[in-house]
């Protein structure tokens, strides 16, 4: 019996989970969030995913819940459509093509269906790891220690098991691009049917896309700042943030950030 502990319950994490279940591992996955960490745009599956999927037996799943787009406009700073599409989306590219364009938590939520019989843990961290030579002892936040034979670090962009193992970040191997995306959900109030409107601007990206059958909407706000650093836990300081960098309004930028407030799946990423 081969014990593995994964760090990160997200895409990577599950999958990771999935077939080491199914090739006959034991593994458990240390998740830092207490519940399945929601939140974030629409991710394509693609090429050689969708072969992976389909061995996983969840592609149907992931079809059923597709973000079904109908097509994409842009507009200028006074809504005034500058172009529609129905052959693609900014998003997801051909609306007619084989990719399977998926909103992330729906992806997740599907994974974590295909992994129920594997042991999740929530609202834990790997804070410690000491390689023994035969096993790997691991340290919890909680204090829990376990001996296992592997430790995966699949915990995102900013992975502990990581800077655990090779060092600090800041050593060299992020490479931050001076780019900034928020993306956060609102209630469909903006009409939109099956659909993605994006304002043109120069120095930014404001999009909105249905989600969930119309019933909702997702909202993305990207712009450039070399300088902008902030702590990826303090929510709070990052919307202002956002505040900030839209304030000077336009097209339905103020409703947007109004809503940002109430969003509570609000996800910043450098
Ligand atoms: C909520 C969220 C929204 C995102 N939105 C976008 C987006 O809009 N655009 C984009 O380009 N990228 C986004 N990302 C970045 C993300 O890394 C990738 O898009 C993609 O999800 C990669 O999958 P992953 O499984 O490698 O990492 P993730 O999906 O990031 O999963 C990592 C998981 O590990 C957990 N975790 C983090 N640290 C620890 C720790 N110390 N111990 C245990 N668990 C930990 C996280 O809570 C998360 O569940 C988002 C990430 C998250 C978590």
Known sequence: MVDVLVSGGGIAGATTAYWLRHHGYTPVVVESAPAPRHGGQAVDVRGPALTVAERMGIADD?????????????????????????????????????????????????LLRATRDVEYLYGDRVVELDDTGARVRVELA???????????????????????????????????????????????????????????????????YTARANTEVRAVMGWSDADLAYDHRDLDHQRRLVHDAFAAGGWRIPEILAGMADADDFYLTP
């Open 62 to 110: 992931l079809r059923a819940a597709r973000t079904d787009m109908r097509g994409m406009s842009v507009v200028d700073e006074d809504g005034t459509e500058l172009m529609r599409t129905t052959d693609l989306t900014l998003t997801g590219g051909p609306v007619d093509g084989p990719d399977v364009e998926i909103l992330r938590d729906d992806l997740v939520d599907v």
């Open 142 to 208: 909680s204090g829990t220690r376990r001996d296992v034979d592997l430790v995966v670090g699949a915990d995102g962009q900013f992975s502990a098991v990581r800077r655990l193992v090779l060092g600090p970040d800041d050593d060299g191997r992020l490479y931050p691009l001076g780019q900034h995306i928020a993306v956060f959900t609102l209630p469909n109030t903006f009409g939109l049917d099956r659909w993605q409107v994006f304002l043109q601007r120069p120095d930014a990206m404001v999009g909105l």
